[in-house]
């Protein structure tokens, strides 16, 4: 709509959706969405609301600048998979998947009586949000870029819940700073526990530090298993999106 609209005011195809990929740049997200319910709303909420308006426009302008409307039609057919495809364009062109993460049941966090209620993956966006609760921005763009891939399980034990998240990084330096960025939203006596190994970063949060103890091993053993296995191709460019 907007390509079609500069058109008619003379400006090329082209050199419109060269321009709809750098909004990203000079759009504040939050000036889009405005309402005293929404001013006072978590960060993830308005940052996942305004998001598809604004990174999926530059994203398809992206595709078609490519390949031309036949590109968007086949984005259609086979979508990004990951939000970072979305924030990345060139991931989606290369098909960079997510690195598929999966938290095993630990019996010293059962034996307690933990249960696991909810998983799931949050992705880049959703991770930069959460990085970024330390900073005056409502995400950390930046520490988050390197995202490889993230599980997270939840678990109640009566009234209280506990979280275990995994994630992974392109470069062990995406998870030095995925680290650095995690420790600083990390409040004292929250029994919040966050550590990596090589590109892999821990966030545990609820649990009893015996518990955490107990995690903590078995993620030793995933992170192991990651540094063993290739690393995604780094097909990040200098463009922003």
Do not use: C
Request: hydrophobic share 40%; net charge neutral; aromatic share 8%.
């Amino acid at each position: 709509m907007l390509a079609q609209a500069l058109r008619q005011q003379g400006i090329p195809l082209s050199s419109a959706t060269a321009g709809i990929q750098q909004m990203g740049d000079y759009v504040d997200l939050n000036a889009l969405v405005r309402g005293e319910k929404l001013d006072d709303a978590p960060a993830i909420l308005r940052v996942t609301l305004v998001a598809p308006y604004l990174r999926g426009l530059q994203f398809v302008a992206a595709v078609q600048g490519r390949g031309g409307w036949p590109a968007v039609n086949n984005a259609h057919r086979r979508p990004p998979t990951t939000s970072e495809q979305i924030l990345h364009p060139e991931k989606f062109f290369a098909r960079e998947p997510g690195e598929e993460i999966e938290i095993p049941e630990n019996k010293q966090v059962l034996a307690a009586g933990f249960k696991r209620i909810e998983e799931d993956t949050l992705g880049e966006l959703e991770l930069s949000v959460y990085l970024g609760q330390a900073g005056p921005s409502d995400t950390d763009d930046e520490a988050a870029a390197g995202w490889g891939g993230d599980r997270l399980a939840v678990y109640a034990r009566g009234r209280r819940t506990a979280v275990i998240w995994w994630t992974t990084w392109d470069t062990d330096t995406d998870a030095k700073q995925a680290f650095r960025a995690a420790r600083s939203v990390s409040h004292k006596g929250s029994r919040t526990r966050v550590e990596r190994r090589g590109r892999s970063v821990l966030i545990v949060k609820g649990l009893p530090a015996k518990l955490q103890r107990a995690v903590w091993n078995d993620f030793i053993a995933f992170a192991g298993h990651v540094e063993g296995a290739p690393a995604p191709p780094d097909v990040r460019s200098d463009l922003r999106y």
